[in-house]
Structures are given as structure tokens and as C-alpha cells.
């Protein structure tokens, strides 16, 4: 019975984890948007590498 119960919470345990890790990305990419950044809108207000774009044409 102790097994299971040992069992349970650590599952428990990774899940929260997990579900925080997922929680603190989604709040940092809608932050980002949030602020006007990411390359939702063309590669010409980018500051990175848009991939299979040329900036300079746009």
C-alpha cells in the first residue's frame, strides 16, 4: 500500500513540474507577442534570421 501511495505523489509531483514548465513558456511567448515581439508579421521587423527569407526584399 505505501508503494502506491510513494507512486501516486511522485507521478503527481513530475506532473506539476511539467505543467509549470508548460505554464511559464506560454506566459513568456504572450509577454513577447504581448510587447510586439516574435516575426508573426514578415521577416522586415525581425531582429534574427527568418528561415527561407531574404529581409532585404521586404
Given at each position: 500500500m505505501a508503494l502506491a501511495a510513494s507512486s501516486i505523489v511522485s507521478t503527481a509531483a513530475?506532473?506539476?513540474?511539467?505543467l509549470a514548465a508548460a505554464a511559464l513558456a506560454l506566459r513568456s511567448i504572450w509577454?513577447?507577442?504581448?510587447n510586439g515581439?516574435?516575426?508573426?508579421?514578415?521577416c522586415s521587423g525581425?531582429?534574427?534570421?527568418?528561415?527561407?527569407k531574404n529581409r532585404n526584399s521586404e
Open positions: 513530475v506532473g506539476l513540474i511539467i509577454k513577447k507577442k504581448k515581439g516574435g516575426c508573426g508579421c514578415g525581425c531582429t534574427g534570421s527568418c528561415p527561407g
